[in-house]
């Protein structure tokens, strides 16, 4: 359902691609928090966590809550999904439905964040790991059930990355809160993220070199092409296949000579997490459970079929954002350092930003 990493290019700096998969395109809202705006988190039976964010933020928002004629959507209801400041430091939010479970509830005089608000508390505060990983050690964090997405409570997990590449990983397992450094950049969905570090151990065979001959009694064995490095990776689309492939890819893909290379170099590796509608079907009598969403998209007899809602690529060093919605060839691009004058809160459907306007026959007619 989803799939991100990190990248690092022949000079070490860091990149961030992710692709989000879902059975139905959400209201996604494209989001501008700047520096200076004021949020208050608000968990029942405790007192707010209030913040002012000393850094712009530039996101993927969800509404918390439907909109009504009498209460239209607010810059304040807005959730963040993906996001970036203009520090570099990145925050993602991942599917992870076994995140819900029985909390260990904290004493009512304390203030406690929600998980929704994870995102712009982290982003608009911070510039590093290091320093969400001090702060969030004494901030009582707790899951809520979601309106918009039929009550389900904050089925997700989190990761963080900066611009050193530095990442870490916050994570509820049925209720239980923990905190990971994340070595190799990546992260899927479940198992809880510890596994899917074990499970790399059954790949200590994996490299990028192509070995092309090999002998069987008198017989020499030839490939008659290149790519048989690539075998052993999992084929299949699953939380687990896609965690080891991710891992593959930033080891092994080139590290590209400049930026705008890199992040080329890293949209051809997000592509292979590219999922179209229908590649893969889930039917209601196997009991594959989704998120229950008002309008989810079906494929006939209650079959479901997920697919990459969108990708977006970061780049850490230039404060570069780039977005790709399932209707599009292209990137569009952000710059946080431009955004930087705008004083105040920005957002416009994901939908304005989609399709291509590259058309290539009048050019070449031209010519």
């Not at 918390?64 to 925050?91: C, Q, S, V, W, Y």
């Not at 092309?212 to 020499?220: I, P, R």
């Not at 780049?315 to 105040?344: M, P």
Request: glycine share 8%; with cysteine.
């Amino acid at each position: 359902m989803c799939t991100s990493l990190v990248y690092r290019d022949a000079a070490g700096r860091a990149y961030f691609g992710r692709t989000l998969e879902l059975t139905v395109n959400l209201p996604y809202q494209i989001a501008w928090f700047p520096t200076g705006y004021m949020m208050r988190s608000q968990i029942a039976d405790h007192p707010p966590v209030n913040f002012t964010t000393r850094y712009g933020v530039l996101a993927i928002a969800m509404p918390e809550r439907n909109p009504t004629k009498d209460n239209p959507i607010r810059h304040a209801d807005l959730k963040i999904l993906e996001g970036m400041n203009d520090h570099g430091l990145t925050f993602s939010l991942l599917s992870y439905p076994m995140a819900a479970g029985a909390e260990v509830p904290g004493p009512g005089e304390t203030a406690v964040l929600s998980a929704s608000d994870l995102g712009l508390w982290a982003l608009g505060q911070f510039r590093s790991v290091a320093e969400v990983k001090a702060a969030i050690a004494t901030q009582p964090v707790k899951l809520e059930s979601l309106a918009i997405l039929g009550g389900v409570v904050s089925p997700f997990h989190y990761v963080v990355n900066d611009a050193t590449g530095a990442s870490f990983v916050i994570e509820f397992h049925k209720g239980e809160i923990s905190f990971y450094d994340n070595p190799v950049g990546v992260l899927t969905n479940a198992p809880r993220f510890k596994w899917h570090l074990t499970n790399l151990d059954n790949y200590t065979f994996l490299s990028n070199v192509d070995r092309a001959t090999a002998t069987f009694g008198n017989y020499v064995a030839a490939q008659p092409d290149s790519g048989i490095a690539t075998t052993g990776l999992p084929a299949s689309n699953t939380s687990v296949g896609r965690f080891v492939r991710a891992a593959f890819y930033a080891q092994y893909a080139e590290k590209a000579t400049t930026p705008d290379k890199a992040v080329t170099t890293l949209a051809h590796m997000m592509n292979n997490f590219d999922r179209p509608r229908g590649l893969t079907i889930d039917l209601p009598e196997n009991g594959i459970g989704h998120l229950e969403v008002k309008g989810l998209d079906r494929l006939g007899s209650g079959a479901v079929t997920e697919f990459t809602c969108w990708t977006s690529l970061s780049d850490l060093d230039r404060k570069l954002f780039f977005l790709r919605d399932y209707d599009s060839h292209n990137y569009t691009r952000f710059d946080l350092s431009a955004l930087a004058g705008a004083s105040k809160p920005l957002s416009l459907p994901m939908h304005c930003f989609g399709g291509d306007a590259l058309e290539g026959t009048t050019a070449l007619k031209a010519a």
